[in-house]
């Protein structure tokens, strides 16, 4: 079964307005990382989030940690049309297992 | 990209044939992945390998084989195809596995089984 579960499964909004898609866990971590898929593409790498961190920033994404609850947030603000995508989180296992899991992903519908 | 190629990008093939997807990349990661993406599954583990002839298996990896000779490539082979394995495949390279890495996906394959 997925490591990662996110939520919502989509989401549409406005250009300019904050975009927050979460993520839970169910196992004990190394890190966690985020990924977007634009339609028919491969993934890309946002941002990666150490276990010890609790929030770490990168342009206009912000994603937070919170390892007793095992979930995690991804915050896009000032939503561009460009934004429009699968975002994906992913876990690295603390046991080191050489896997990533992902979870189903958020679409995000950004609006003009 | 990093250097991650899939081919062919598109195949159509009939239930029962044997099919192999290639992924070869030029960036000499140790890692190499195997992801079947399906609606409302997201994005699941078929098979990896963490070096040359050292494979493991995925979630998923029934009706599913991988080879991995050289560093570079990695094949995927679906001994006798069936519709559920209709899918987009996606391969993914990791630099040495040590954790706090990230992956890079090639551009992926779209597999229809009629």
């Known amino acids: 079964s997925q490591q990662g579960e996110e939520d919502p499964q989509a989401l549409s909004i406005q250009e300019g307005e904050n975009a927050t898609m979460n993520c839970s866990y169910k196992t004990s971590i190394n890190n966690l990382q985020w990924y977007r898929q634009n339609s028919g593409r491969g993934l890309v790498h946002l941002i990666l989030?150490?276990?010890?961190?609790r929030e770490k920033h990168s342009g206009r994404l912000r994603v937070t940690l919170d390892t007793s609850k095992k979930s995690s947030s991804l915050l896009i603000t000032a939503s561009r049309a460009a934004d429009t995508a699968s975002y994906f989180c992913a876990t690295w296992g603390s046991s080191n297992t050489g896997k990533l899991i992902f979870g189903q992903g958020t679409t995000l519908q950004v609006k003009p | 990209d990093a250097g991650i190629t899939q081919s062919p990008r598109h195949k159509v093939t009939e239930t029962g044939t044997p099919v192999t997807l290639r992924c070869h990349q030029t960036?000499?990661?140790?890692?190499m992945y195997w992801y079947r993406q399906d609606p409302g599954h997201g994005l699941r583990l078929i098979h990896y390998s963490y070096g040359v002839k050292d494979t493991d298996k995925g979630e998923v990896s029934d009706g599913y084989s991988v080879s991995r000779s050289k560093t570079e490539d990695f094949l995927l082979t679906l001994e006798s195809a069936t519709s559920s394995q209709t899918s987009v495949y996606f391969c993914a390279t990791l630099p040495s596995g040590g954790g706090v890495e990230t992956q890079y996906f090639g551009p992926g394959t779209r597999l229809l089984v009629l």
């Open positions: 989030i150490r276990s010890n961190e």
């Open positions: 960036e000499n990661h140790r890692y």
